[in-house]
Structure formats: structure tokens, C-alpha cells
């Protein structure tokens, strides 16, 4: 029989938000970070009306994997070489996702990831009703490219999402480990939060970290029959002229 309470509790799952660090609004800064932060927070606050959200964010630059070992002399030694088949082929199952898998970036997102400068910030968890309402909100920034659903047993995702801790959010309430340079009542001056710091109100380990699984041991072999797709490849080359045809 099912729990009454599990039932009536709404899924959530971690979400990856990918800016375009290319943007112009963001090239002319030398710092963009607090920009992109006050408006993700903005966005979140604006949907969240409720006040019942709890997550910790996570930051960092998007670095696809664009390296595999290759037996490159005849005494058997491996060493790495750059492999751009990899680097596409990883672009483009990243934006393909899994089966049900939520997203809402474009046809050409891949080819943005392989070719210019990401940036991603990453929420431990996101109740699925905000999902829409929150992409709707970030669709106003030029530099917003989409945003997906986290797998945690998904080891790309892993890889990729496994970034540096941020501003950590519980019920309109925020608090920040703090960067050089800025104060957190400084990044977070004259916004419409309930208040700032979390000592008096902890949160539970389980909203802010993401559940990652081991990923399993993956072989030569396998690692290329996941990324390197050759039917990938030739989608993004004839994405890529179209997009040069326009």
C-alpha cells in the first residue's frame, strides 16, 4: 500500500540551467556571476510564491568531455588525445536526454555547448510544477539557453554536473559561502527575499545535495559506444549548415 504522505508529496529531481557566457549582456563583464545568480534567484522567488522550495545551488563552467585514450606508438603506452568526435557526440546526447527526461533546449543547443563558452548553474531540487513556470521566467534573459532535468545515475551528468557550491535557498530565506570580493548581503542587496542566513533555520542534507549513484565501471569500449555517435555527428554537421545557409 502506498504511503499517503509519499503520495501527496510533488516530484522533485535537480535541474541544470545553461547560460551563454557569449552573450553580450555577459562578454562586457568581468564578473558575471553575481548578475546571472540575483536573476536565477529573482526568477525562483517569483515562482515560489508558496515559500516552500529548499535547494542548494551548484556552479560552474560547462566542460564536456573532449579526451579519450589512444594507444598512439608502438610500445603499447596510452596517452590522451583530444577526440572532437567525442566532444559532439557528447553535446548532443546531453541535450538529447533520456526517455521522459524534462528539457527545454533547442534544436541547435548542441552545437552552442560544443562550440562557445557555458555556463551552468545547477539546482539540487525542483518540485516538477515549477519547472515550466521558472523556464518561462528565464526566457526574458538573452543569455538563457534552456534547462534540463538532472539524472543522478546518469554518468555524463555526473561529470558534468558535479560543480562548486552556491547560494543555498529555504522558503524565501538565503545564505551564500560567500566570494572573494562580495558580501552575501551585497549579492543579494535589495531583492525581495524573506531574509539572509541559515543558521537558525537548517536544512536537511537530503534537499541539498544531490543523490549522485556510483557511476559503474565503464571500459574503452563502452565509453565510446555511449558518446562517440556517428549519427550524431552527422546531425550536428548538418545542423551547422544549415545554420551557416541562413
Avoid at 508558496?50 to 603506452?77: A, H, I, V
Avoid at 552545437?111 to 521566467?137: C, F, H, K, M
Amino acid at each position: 500500500m502506498t504511503d499517503a504522505s509519499a503520495a501527496a508529496t510533488p516530484h522533485q529531481a535537480p535541474i541544470a540551467i545553461f547560460v551563454s557566457a557569449d552573450d553580450p549582456v555577459l562578454s562586457r563583464e568581468f564578473e558575471y556571476g553575481p548578475r546571472l545568480k540575483r536573476a536565477i534567484l529573482s526568477a525562483i522567488l517569483t515562482v515560489d510564491e508558496p515559500r516552500r522550495c529548499q535547494f542548494q545551488t551548484y556552479w560552474g563552467s560547462l566542460m564536456l568531455p573532449t579526451r579519450r585514450w589512444e594507444n598512439s606508438s608502438s610500445d603499447g603506452k596510452l596517452t590522451l588525445a583530444h577526440d572532437p568526435f567525442l566532444l559532439w557526440s557528447s553535446a548532443s546526447t546531453l541535450c538529447r536526454g533520456g526517455e521522459g527526461r524534462w528539457s527545454t533546449l533547442g534544436a541547435h543547443a548542441p552545437w552552442l555547448l560544443g562550440t562557445s563558452n557555458v555556463y551552468v548553474g545547477v539546482i539540487s531540487q525542483l518540485p516538477s510544477e515549477l519547472r515550466a513556470p521558472l523556464d518561462d521566467q528565464l526566457r526574458a534573459f538573452s543569455w538563457y539557453l534552456g534547462a534540463i532535468e538532472v539524472d543522478p545515475n546518469d554518468p555524463l551528468h555526473q561529470e558534468v554536473f558535479s560543480l562548486l557550491p552556491g547560494w543555498r535557498y529555504s522558503r524565501g530565506w538565503v545564505d551564500h559561502p560567500g566570494e572573494e570580493g562580495i558580501s552575501t548581503g551585497e549579492l543579494f542587496a535589495g531583492m525581495a527575499v524573506a531574509g539572509i542566513g541559515l543558521e537558525d533555520r537548517p536544512t536537511a542534507e537530503h534537499h541539498c545535495q544531490i543523490p549522485w549513484n556510483p557511476a559503474p565501471v565503464r571500459n574503452l569500449s563502452t565509453c565510446l559506444s555511449r558518446f562517440v555517435d556517428a549519427f550524431s555527428l552527422l546531425w550536428l554537421l548538418s545542423l551547422r549548415s544549415g545554420l551557416s545557409a541562413c
